[in-house]
Each structure stands twice: as structure tokens, then as C-alpha cells.
């Protein structure tokens, strides 16, 4: 590791920054992916490239054969994060299954008998109004806010910061009369069709869930087929 790039990486890990490191097994040559940038003396070719883009999207590290070289891309990511509003039932499965597959859970909810550390275990737990709560999270492209409250004046400040933020997925609960009702106050507050369309409401896939547990998994699928690239072309933050 070239002199200084450590502390490079840990700047990087500490701003929520994803970064590929690109290293030539054989000359020990790297270079750093920022942001679509290379930063180091490695030649980085289209057929490289296309790979480090494919690892940065996946976010899944792999040694490959490029032309005579071997060569180890190391894709650093900081976790996902999801904040969670309102402390109901659903929110409970919800921040078990996202807390299983990787992502740190924040659940808000200034409602202290609802949020507490029995009912989120391993959570971290925010007792502010949503709107201060997510600020002081400062969203990015790594999070995702899901509001479950089913109270306007909890749900809608957090859906409003949400919407501010470079957040990947913005979901809230209710159904497609809520949502319209919603649509319109929130277009009182100055946002436009294309900002409300990035809320996923009703919220979750159309799975056909009826429980809290079947309804977090929906919420769940929903996370992950809009954070991951597949086939269309769509690359992961």
C-alpha cells in the first residue's frame, strides 16, 4: 500500500464514500477509484474498467485476468443505512431483516414507549422528531428512509428530509388514498411531481402481503431491487 493511502481510505470509509482498490499482483502497481476517478500509477484499459465498474455495482470484490495481468480489485463500501419511522409492529420485522442483511438500522420515533432497546434490539434508537433525527444522519446515497408511522406530522417531515437528501429509496406507508392525500399537502410544501415520485407508497412490492412480518419483506424486496443494478442497466450507489 503506497505511503499515505491508508489514511486516504479511512477518510474515504469515514465521508461514506465507496472506493475500488485496483492492484497488479505481479508489480504491486494500484490505483484508487473515487467517484469514477483513478487516483495511482496502475493503466486502468476499457476491458478493466468495465470489471471495476461491474465490482463497484455488485459491490463484490475479485481477482481477474486482464490480458497478461492478473489483477485483485478490492471494493470498499461503508455499510447501508436505513432509518426507520415510527415504532410499530412492522418496523420491528423491518429492522430485524435489514439488520441481518448488512444494513445499519436507525429507528425514529419521539414516542419513547414504542421505541425502546427490547423492542429494537441492536438498533440504534432516535427519540428526536424525524426531520432533526435524519439531519443529524446526514442522507446519502447509501440510505434509505422508510416512514411507518401512519401519522402525518411524524411521517411527512421525515419523507420531506428524505426527499432533500441523496437517499436511494424513500417509502411510506398507506394506502393509494393516503398517498394521494399526502402527494398534495407535500406539493403545498413546494416539491414537485418528479421530487414525490421517488416515494415508493403504497410501500413495498405488490406481493400480496398482509402481515407486519410479510409486509417488512416486501419493504425488503422493494430496498434491494432498487439499490441493485441487475439487468437494466442501473447502477448501485
Not at 461514506?16 to 502497481?29: H, L, Q
Not at 419523507?159 to 399526502?182: N, P
Not at 419493504?219 to 431491487?225: G, K, L, N, R, S
Request: glycine residues 8%.
Amino acid at each position: 500500500m503506497r505511503a499515505g493511502q491508508l489514511d486516504k481510505l479511512i477518510s474515504l470509509r469515514d465521508s461514506k464514500r465507496s472506493v475500488a482498490r485496483v492492484t497488479d499482483i505481479a508489480t504491486g502497481d494500484d490505483v484508487l477509484i473515487i467517484d469514477g476517478k483513478a487516483e495511482g500509477a496502475l493503466a486502468i484499459d476499457a476491458k478493466l474498467q468495465a470489471a471495476i465498474d461491474d465490482a463497484l455495482a455488485r459491490e463484490e470484490s475479485r481477482l481477474i485476468e486482464d490480458g497478461n495481468r492478473r489483477v485483485f480489485i478490492q471494493v470498499l463500501t461503508p455499510p447501508l443505512r436505513l432509518a426507520i419511522i415510527g415504532a410499530g409492529h412492522i418496523s420491528q420485522f423491518l429492522s430485524t431483516i435489514a439488520a441481518e442483511i448488512g444494513y445499519d438500522v436507525t429507528v425514529i420515533d419521539p414516542r419513547t414507549t414504542y421505541a425502546s432497546a427490547t423492542r429494537f434490539p441492536g438498533a440504534t434508537l432516535s427519540h428526536e422528531w424525524p426531520d432533526e433525527a435524519l439531519a443529524s444522519l446526514a442522507l446519502d446515497r447509501r440510505s434509505a428512509v422508510v416512514a411507518l408511522s401512519h401519522d402525518p406530522k411524524l411521517d411527512e417531515p421525515a419523507l420531506a428530509a428524505a426527499l432533500k437528501s441523496d437517499a436511494f429509496y424513500v417509502g411510506g406507508l398507506g394506502s393509494r388514498k393516503t398517498q394521494a392525500q399526502r402527494r398534495e399537502r407535500m406539493k403545498g410544501q413546494g416539491f414537485t411531481d418528479a421530487d414525490l415520485d421517488r416515494i415508493h407508497g403504497p410501500v413495498g412490492l405488490d406481493i400480496g402481503a398482509l402481515s407486519p412480518a410479510e409486509i417488512a419483506v416486501s419493504i425488503v424486496a422493494q430496498m434491494i431491487d432498487v439499490l441493485r443494478p441487475k439487468k437494466k442497466g442501473v447502477k448501485s450507489a
